[in-house]
């Protein structure tokens, strides 16, 4: 089962941030965040993953609470192009497969 | 090499027929993984290598699922005697074995059974 929580669907005005939480209260301390997203019948697609410190790449940021019992992640300017179902997933280094739950279905509005 | 590549995209079978599906990783990706995922789900876990050798099948790899690795490269996952019920998309997803790696996908194959 996914050890993560996200709520079911957001939306977000295009050219605004979106940010994405996702709550894993039973994270163990070798365990990392990855963030995943998927559009419509395509194939998942990586975005970022990271442990304690927060994470920023060219696609998005990542905020990890010093608890480490939730994320965030930030698309500073979302365009159209980022409305998508977006998967938050923690796993154990040298973890053996990666567990998704249902994710966030994140819809841009112009 | 652009990423994993799975063969085909679209396949229509009929009941209790078989089929067989391709995956191609990323070259020096030595680890491979199978899901799969139906309308509205995340992607399910079914199988994964590393090498040629299959480390974990998941309980949804029913005895009619088969999936191989010959020489370490690309992979293939057999459905015997397909059902409605296997109508799904399966995906393909490679990674090295370093710590921290995070893991490529493919596009998928759709699966229609008729």
């Known amino acids: 089962d996914a050890k993560t929580t996200q709520p079911p669907s957001m939306d977000c005005a295009e050219g605004r941030a979106a940010n994405l939480p996702c709550n894993h209260s039973?994270?163990?301390?070798?365990?990392?965040v990855y963030w995943y997203r998927q559009i419509h019948s395509q194939g998942p697609q990586y975005i970022i993953h990271?442990?304690?410190n927060n994470e920023t790449n060219e696609m998005a940021s990542l905020i990890i609470t010093e608890d480490r019992k939730s994320s965030t992640l930030i698309l500073p300017h979302a365009t159209l192009r980022d409305t998508a179902v977006y998967y938050c997933?923690?796993?154990?280094?040298?973890?053996?497969?990666?567990?998704f739950g249902p994710g966030t279905r994140l819809s841009v509005l112009p | 090499d652009t990423g994993v590549s799975q063969d085909p995209r679209h396949k229509i079978t009929k009941r209790g027929q078989n089929v067989t599906f391709r995956c191609d990783p990323i070259?020096?990706?030595?680890?491979l993984y199978w899901y799969r995922q139906t309308l509205g789900q995340g992607p399910e876990f079914l199988t994964y290598?590393?090498?040629?050798?299959?480390?974990?099948k998941s309980r949804l790899l029913s005895d009619r699922f088969s999936a191989e690795r010959p020489k370490g490269s690309f992979s293939t996952l057999e459905i015997q005697r397909t059902e409605q019920g296997d109508s799904a998309m399966y995906l393909c997803?490679?990674?090295?074995?370093?710590?921290?790696?995070?893991?490529?996908f493919g596009q998928g194959t759709r699966l229609t059974v008729v």
């Open positions: 997803a490679s990674s090295s074995t370093d710590r921290y790696t995070e893991a490529f």
């Open positions: 290598f590393q090498n040629e050798a299959q480390l974990e």
């Open positions: 990271g442990l304690k």
């Open positions: 039973t994270i163990s301390g070798n365990e990392y």
């Open positions: 997933i923690v796993r154990e280094p040298y973890g053996q497969n990666f567990v």
């Open positions: 070259s020096e990706h030595n680890r």
